[in-house]
């Protein structure tokens, strides 16, 4: 009897075991595709907004092409660089 008792008790306790190593397998597949899909979307959302700034690009005048050019060799010529330059490019093409 305390042999099938003892047994019992192995079963249960391999299959608890069991139960929760696939609980914890799930999760983490779930977390893998969730990080993918949200991989996904981040690139998706770059790839758009290249396209978006390719786009506006090519619909620049060619007054805004010669000017953004004038700036660029300003600001190369003002070793500009990071924010810096940006906000230079930002005010000259403005003007």
Do not use: W
Not at 51 to 62: C, F, L, M, R
Not at 68 to 88: E, I, M, S, T, V
């Amino acid at each position: 009897m305390f042999k099938l008792v003892a047994v019992a008790c192995l079963a249960l306790a391999f299959a608890t075991h069991s139960a929760a190593q696939s609980v914890i397998q799930k999760a983490q597949q779930a977390e893998q595709k969730k990080a993918q899909e949200q991989k996904a979307q981040q690139q998706k959302a770059q790839e758009q907004k290249a396209q978006g700034q390719q786009a506006s690009k090519s619909q620049e005048s060619p007054h805004m092409k010669k000017a953004r050019a004038n700036c660029n060799a300003k600001a190369d010529g003002q070793k500009l660089k990071g924010d810096a330059r940006k906000r230079y490019m930002d005010d000259c093409v403005k003007t």
